[in-house]
């Protein structure tokens, strides 16, 4: 089992910043591919970046490419996402989640998510 907690979600006004992070227990951490997904309300989840297990490849949706970075540290057993520029169109609860695949049909683990709110 692979345990993973988010944090940093909060408020943030339009064209802010905010950085979440995702920590991982259970499992080996490097071992698995990592991948943040959003759900605004009332939206089915979707997509938002992923990386690969030593962070050399990396993935993003159209709607955030150029504004969001994905990293992660091996170390720390955490993933990042570094939010700049932020749109209420971002306003949704954000998920990690964790494969032994990059870019899998399905994640393997899932958190619990982080809010994350941006006012007009």
């Known amino acids: 089992q692979v345990q993973l907690v988010e944090s940093g979600g909060g408020l943030v006004q339009a064209g802010g910043s905010l950085r979440l992070s995702c920590a991982a227990s259970?499992?080996?951490?490097?071992?698995?591919?990592m991948a943040w997904f959003r759900q605004a309300p009332g939206k089915e989840r979707e997509f938002v970046a992923a990386?690969?297990?030593?962070?050399?490849?990396?993935a993003y949706a159209d709607s955030v490419k150029g504004r969001f970075t994905i990293s992660r540290d091996n170390a720390k057993n955490t993933m990042y996402l570094q939010m700049n520029s932020l749109k209420p169109e971002d306003t949704a609860v954000y998920y990690c989640?964790?494969?032994?695949?990059?870019?899998?049909?399905?994640?393997?683990?899932w958190g619990k998510g982080t809010l994350v709110t941006v006012s007009s």
């Open positions: 989640a964790a494969a032994l695949d990059y870019l899998p049909r399905s994640m393997d683990y």
């Open positions: 259970g499992r080996t951490f490097s071992n698995y591919a």
């Open positions: 990386i690969s297990w030593t962070g050399r490849m990396s």
